[in-house]
């Protein structure tokens, strides 16, 4: 998979905007125009679904390229969330790393929430300081 991260990072936040635009473009989006969108979001799916460094650089893509406001949140509560539930224990080391040296990262961990369980102790324990419900848990 070649695709430039900030380009499918642009395109997943452009399907954001669409989706919640105007009456039009809520609806070209639901029939999957623009194409390039849709592809890009796609990819954004998939690299996450694959988890590892090239999905942590997808977060960080995104992260840098947001609106300021949300932003930080809708990475968080969306691709940030699923890498953590779908590979969380494999990439606490390098999730933990990211929020002791970024506080945007930091951020978007606080808006992750994951079912109790999800992550190993170890994992748990390593993150619980930047997902607030993890500490319940720890």
Known sequence: MAEDLEDVARAWWESRRLAAGTRHERKRWSLGEPSEVASGLQAA??????????????????????PAGSGVSEVGAGPLE??????????????????????????ALASVWIEPGVLDAQAAARLSRWIPGLAAEA
Do not use: C, K
């Open 45 to 66: 799916d998939e690299i996450v679904d694959g988890g590892g460094e090239r999905a942590i650089e997808l977060v960080v893509a995104l992260l840098n390229t947001g």
């Open 82 to 107: 699923d890498l953590v539930v779908g590979h969380g224990n494999a990439l606490a080391p390098r999730l933990d790393d990211l929020a002791r040296r970024s506080a945007v990262f930091r951020g």
